[in-house]
């Protein structure tokens, strides 16, 4: 089996133990579909994180249309704590009883100015 972003990603939420579809399409109101490598379920933005390994302008507009948050990022072989800390920067948006443990929100700059 070949290694791909998404399933990277899937291994990733697997050790995590959060929600992934990967890959996953989004059809916008045109009709047009965008493919991105993962949809991180419960972060970031209401309906989830969307992520892809390579811009794209047009598929950046349909996720935020559609109620998506979007990075454009890579899988990659960071240590745990790292890959913890980009969901905790975006954030923890599903149901307060279903957070993990471990997703605890970080410091932000103002609280380094105290």
């Keep these: ?10 291994a990733l939420a697997l050790r995590l133990r959060i929600r992934v579809t990967a890959p996953f399409a989004l059809t916008d109101s045109t009709g047009a579909v965008h493919q991105f490598d993962a949809l991180f ?8 994180m969307l992520l892809f390994a390579d811009w794209d302008d047009s598929a ?3 996720a935020i249309a559609a ?5 454009c990022v890579s ?7 790292d ?5 905790r920067d975006w954030g923890w948006a599903g149901a307060a009883e279903q957070r993990p443990a471990w997703c605890t929100p970080l410091p932000s700059d103002d609280d380094d100015a105290r």
């Design 83 to 87: 890959e913890t800390d980009m969901f």
């Design 1 to 10: 089996m070949a290694i791909t972003p998404s399933s990277l990603w899937t």
């Design 41 to 48: 379920h419960d972060f970031g933005a209401p309906n989830g």
């Design 75 to 81: 899988p990659s072989t960071r240590p745990h704590e």
């Design 60 to 62: 950046a507009k349909a």
């Design 67 to 71: 109620g998506y948050g979007f990075s």
